[in-house]
């Protein structure tokens, strides 16, 4: 009896192990790598520009965040030049995830794109 329970232990042991060892994108990119990701990110959208203050990219578990800070507040005219793109950035998400599935050997389960006025509230967001 003794040995059956240590076998269903074991087992189970072993079971919550692999749970635990699920592979995310978030395991697979250093903080160093998620970090350059960010300064290139910097470099390409705010270094120079006037619209934006802030870009960051975020990585929990399978799902990535692009999180767009603008310098000043949006009007209805500027969120609906953005709403207008939004099949541009869905169209852009496919090859997105493919490209990290090849790098990483992990496809995204989403990815999101955020914008937020200078205020730091959320004013357009599409994700797939």
Known sequence: MRKKII???????CAFMLVGCKNTIEKK???KQIQEMNDQAYEQYVKGSSDYKDVKIEIKGNV???KYWFNYELDD?????????EAQLKKQIPSIKD??????GIKP???SYIFYDVND????????
């Open 99 to 104: 490209g990290i599935k090849k790098d990483c």
């Open 109 to 111: 389960e989403k990815i």
């Open 29 to 31: 990119y250093s903080k």
């Open 77 to 85: 005219s500027q969120i609906a030049i953005l709403e207008s793109g």
């Open 121 to 128: 509230e959320e004013v357009f967001r599409v994700e797939d």
């Open 64 to 66: 990535i965040y692009y």
């Open 7 to 13: 076998s269903v232990f074991t087992v189970l042991m």
